[in-house]
């Protein structure tokens, strides 16, 4: 019989980028930068979400954005409308952000100066929860059309992130979405998470919104 070495590939990666995370949490903290991830499926809201916070902050704040896509700059150039300082990271097919290609994205925008960063991760509810980007805070967009019962379906995702942001709220009227059930089961999951309910459209709840982020920049730099 053949003997044959096995070698645990996936814990491995896992934990060196765990490593990298760590790292990269201590010299942004160290810099005073405020680096978000911002993760969600696709078609959730997430550039627009990204606009309205740009919208409610940047006359307090200097805000930096990371674009992440396996392909395209539609979203880049959407941001650098607003004359954010902007970049666009190509992931090369990956589906996810790791902690290094994180890094290697910040030093592409060059924070120096800038307060708050939000790095768009790529639309999936699984290989982005599973990878620390050593960011300062982990949020996720969960938009009404997709339905309550994402939780369930995806509870990786929704046990790692600080803070749930619903979107398309004014939506609510024309999809089965249970709102209470879905704060229920994220509960469950996290007790600790933040939920809040927003209209990237309309603008409902990015007052909440963006007094969460102040409050967590506050709290980074201190």
Request: charged share 30%.
């Amino acid at each position: 019989m053949d003997t044959f070495k096995i070698l645990e590939i996936k814990e491995s990666v896992f934990e060196n980028n765990d490593r990298q995370a760590d790292l990269l949490r201590a010299e942004l903290k160290k810099d005073k930068t405020f680096l978000l991830n911002l993760m969600s499926s696709p078609g959730s809201g997430k550039t627009t979400t990204v606009l309205k916070t740009i919208e409610a902050l940047r006359a307090e704040m200097n805000i930096g954005v990371m674009e992440a896509d396996i392909d395209s700059d539609v979203d880049a150039q959407a941001v650098a409308k607003t004359g954010t300082k902007v970049i666009q990271l190509h992931t090369g097919g990956m589906c996810h952000l790791d902690a290094d290609m994180t890094k290697q994205g910040l030093l592409g925008l060059e924070t120096e100066g800038v307060d708050f960063v939000i790095l768009e991760n790529v639309g999936n509810l699984v290989c982005p929860a599973e990878f620390d980007t050593g960011a300062s805070k982990n949020a996720m967009i969960l938009s009404v059309p997709e339905g309550d019962d994402k939780p369930l379906k995806y509870p990786l995702m929704f046990s790692i992130v600080d803070v749930l942001l619903i979107n398309k709220i004014d939506a609510i009227d024309y999809f089965d979405f249970d709102l209470e059930a879905v704060k229920e089961r994220v509960i469950k999951l996290n007790p600790n998470i933040k939920v809040i309910p927003i209209s990237a459209r309309t603008g409902e709840g990015i007052n909440e919104w963006a007094d969460w982020i102040r409050n967590e920049v506050k709290n980074w730099n201190e």
